[in-house]
Structure formats: structure tokens, C-alpha cells
């Protein structure tokens, strides 16, 4: 089982935070500041050049950035060694449902665990919020796709299918 942690940057209302509820469940870590996010973990980082694929499965920890990306210091975070972006996914977030590539930190991080292998998981974590399974619904096709990719090169040509 890998590790779970999320940067929160309190820049969301705390009474809807996704992370939040993650946290209460006891399913991921919060830290506070940048620093604070491990140099060996996977961040989450939709302006990495890599994409998430199936070959990341033995990271030690995921981190998700949950955060303001209009005040994110991208600079800050570029230095990571792993960072991945997800693929094209629709988001099934009451505020942004349908829209493409505007997941909410608890949807990001069930696809990261669902495309390396965690199936059960991502089900367990979505199932923390009322329309959380929906999102596997919504996804379904390019998350069972992405999760049979060999590498990030292919992860991308599958995308493609989807765009």
C-alpha cells in the first residue's frame, strides 16, 4: 500500500476540502509546507512532462498538490525527481463535472492509485465523498487503459483516444 500525503495550502473552503476528508479518514497525510513534501515521493504535478503510468507502482509515497495553481510557485516544486501528470480524465466534482483535466485532489489521487494498480483503493478513497464513485463511472474506459499501459510514452498515445 502506498503511502498518501497531500501540500494543502488552505486556499479552499475547509468545510468541502477533499484532502480534509481524506485526512479525517485516516486514508493520507497533510503537510503544511513545500519543504515539508519528502524528495522521494511522487508529486502530482499537472505541468510535469512525464505522464502517471503503471511502471510508477514502487514509488514510496504519492504527494497531491492541493492548492491554488494562480498562486502556486511552480519553481518550488520543479525540482522534484518524480513528477507526473495524469492523463485526460473528466471530473465528476459537483463544481466542475464533465470538464476535462479539473479533478479535485481526491479524484487525482484515486486515479494515480487506480492507473499503479490499486483499484480497491481509489474505489475505497472516492467513497469518501457522496459523489465519489462517480468519478470511476465517468472514467472508466480510460482508467482501465491507462492501467494497462507499459510505460508514460504509451499512457500518452492512449490519451489520445480520449481527446
Not at 123 to 129: D, F, N, R, S
Amino acid at each position: 500500500m502506498i503511502p498518501l500525503l497531500a501540500y494543502r495550502d488552505n486556499s479552499c473552503d475547509p468545510r468541502k476540502c477533499t484532502v480534509k476528508k481524506l485526512e479525517r479518514a485516516g486514508h493520507l497525510r497533510i503537510v503544511k509546507t513545500i519543504s515539508q513534501i519528502p524528495r522521494n515521493t511522487l508529486l502530482l504535478d499537472p505541468t510535469a512532462e512525464k505522464a502517471l503510468s503503471p511502471e510508477d507502482r514502487d514509488v514510496k509515497s504519492i504527494t497531491a498538490l492541493d492548492c491554488s495553481w494562480e498562486v502556486l510557485d511552480t519553481g518550488a516544486v520543479s525540482s522534484w525527481r518524480i513528477r507526473r501528470a495524469l492523463p485526460f480524465l473528466m471530473a465528476a466534482n459537483p463544481v466542475n463535472f464533465g470538464k476535462p483535466c479539473k479533478l479535485t485532489s481526491v479524484e487525482a489521487i484515486a486515479a494515480a492509485l487506480y492507473i499503479v494498480g490499486e483499484k480497491e483503493r481509489a474505489a475505497q478513497i472516492l467513497g469518501c465523498v457522496n459523489w465519489g464513485i462517480r468519478f470511476l463511472e465517468v472514467n472508466k474506459e480510460p482508467l482501465e487503459l491507462y492501467a494497462t499501459a507499459k510505460n508514460s510514452t504509451e499512457v500518452v498515445k492512449f490519451q489520445a483516444l480520449f481527446l
